[in-house]
């Protein structure tokens, strides 16, 4: 860890900042830069080497060595409360203007040894998600009524407050190195049925056999822990949508490295229906 990075480990207990002018340091973080990949392998007569025939990335497992110093009764105590067994928390690594953050459980809980102004301490974390991924994200509308007003702005001249947008088709760009998964709402301004989002690059659709009335949202989610569909009418009431999903929809969809190529789409009146989706900003196996 050098000056410049900051570690923030935090959950329902409590925030922890280990940074280079606090009371708290962390001196390595063993595991951030690598996962572990199970390969399964086939081989047959004569064959030379094997044929890879599917590849599991293991959850990541994170060591923490630090320092914890003056007044040590005090953060000592701080410490072993926070990272507390059982207590889903979030571990942010902030460095060279970015940020990653990583969803973890205490593996084994701080194992700090005595001395006198400073004491070392030892953890290790668990993920079951093993990729990082950045705290900023993005909501790219891709068809419907965009926003324009910005402060600052200027009285004169002509401009507008918001903007129809009919272009059906929208870009977003995945800045990691792994594909992630995101949230696509599909918003009823009039009547309208069988929303889709179609990934152009991949041949993935997401399609949702309904009839929306106005004012209808319909969420469906492909992130890693929360696959599903929400439908919410107009008056606020929320039921599971699952059923809605076509057999031909696929909610491994995601964005992969780099631009990705969308497409909205729908069975009757596209023009009344306002698509936006939202990910991180990019997800990375190591940092």
């Not at 194992?111 to 301490?121: K, L």
Request: proline fraction near 5%; aromatic fraction near 10%.
């Amino acid at each position: 860890m050098n000056e410049n990075t900051v570690v923030i480990y935090e959950n329902a207990l409590g925030k922890l900042e280990f940074r280079y002018e606090s009371a708290f340091w962390i001196s390595d973080i063993g595991g951030a830069s690598s996962v572990d990949v199970d390969i399964a392998e086939s081989r047959s007569a004569m064959q030379i080497g094997s044929s890879i025939d599917g590849q599991i990335v293991q959850p990541r497992s994170i060591t923490v060595d630090g320092a914890v110093f003056e007044p040590l009764t005090a953060n000592r105590k701080r410490l072993i409360d926070v990272m507390a067994p059982q207590v889903p928390s979030t571990l942010t690594v902030i460095d060279s203007g970015g940020s990653w953050y990583l969803d973890v459980v205490p593996e084994r809980t701080p194992d700090i040894t005595p001395g006198n102004g400073v004491q070392m301490f030892q953890c290790r974390l668990r993920a079951a998600y093993p990729y990082w991924r950045t705290t900023a994200s993005y909501a790219a509308q891709v068809t419907g009524i965009s926003p324009l007003f910005r402060f600052p702005f200027s009285t004169g001249g002509t401009w507008w407050i918001s903007r129809f947008s009919d272009n059906f088709f929208a870009t977003v760009t995945n800045q990691g190195n792994i594909a992630t998964g995101f949230r696509v709402i599909f918003i009823a301004r009039a009547a309208l049925t069988d929303p889709e989002l179609y990934h152009v690059d991949s041949d993935k659709k997401i399609l949702i056999r309904k009839s929306m009335a106005a004012g209808d949202m319909i969420t469906v989610s492909t992130a890693h822990g929360s696959k599903g569909v929400v439908c919410t009418s107009a008056a606020g009431e929320i039921t599971n949508g699952f059923r809605y999903l076509t057999a031909d929809s696929d909610l491994s969809m995601s964005f992969l490295p780099g631009p990705n190529l969308l497409r909205v789409d729908a069975g009757v009146n596209r023009e009344g229906l306002t698509v936006r989706v939202e990910a991180p900003m990019g997800v990375r196996s190591g940092v």
